[in-house]
């Protein structure tokens, strides 16, 4: 499975992105997919999850109740809907995916400022 993800971007505090993750090579719909983060001098940490069925998402405390995870598997994509931007968002985000094996995308920047 290969990841792309786009919709990065700079943005004032308060502000919205819409980040997406387009999955090719294999269909992505036995996956669980997931979003992570990693800021400026930080390890990465999980932002999002969302389960193959789309019957469970859980949220790091930090994003609850401003960010959202979707997925849509006709299309073979992820989406995270970041809303209310602050600047301790700013990171490179990453989608992951995981079924047996495990495989990340390149990362798309977010700059909250």
């Known amino acids: 499975v290969q990841l792309v993800e786009s919709g990065g971007g700079s943005v004032q505090p308060g502000g919205s992105l819409r980040l997406s993750c387009a999955a090719s090579?294999?269909?992505?719909?036995?996956?669980?997919m997931a979003w992570f983060r990693q800021g400026p001098g930080k390890g990465r940490e999980g932002v999002a999850f969302?389960?193959?069925?789309?019957?469970?998402?859980g949220y790091a405390d930090s994003v609850q109740g401003r960010f959202t995870i979707s997925r849509d598997n006709a299309n073979n994509m992820v989406y995270l809907q970041l809303n209310s931007l602050k600047p301790e968002d700013t990171a490179v985000y990453y989608c992951?995916?995981?079924?047996?094996?495990?495989?990340w995308g390149q990362g798309t920047q977010v700059t909250v400022s």
């Open positions: 090579g294999y269909t992505i719909s036995p996956y669980c």
């Open positions: 992951k995916a995981t079924h047996f094996a495990t495989f």
């Open positions: 969302i389960d193959s069925g789309d019957s469970r998402r």
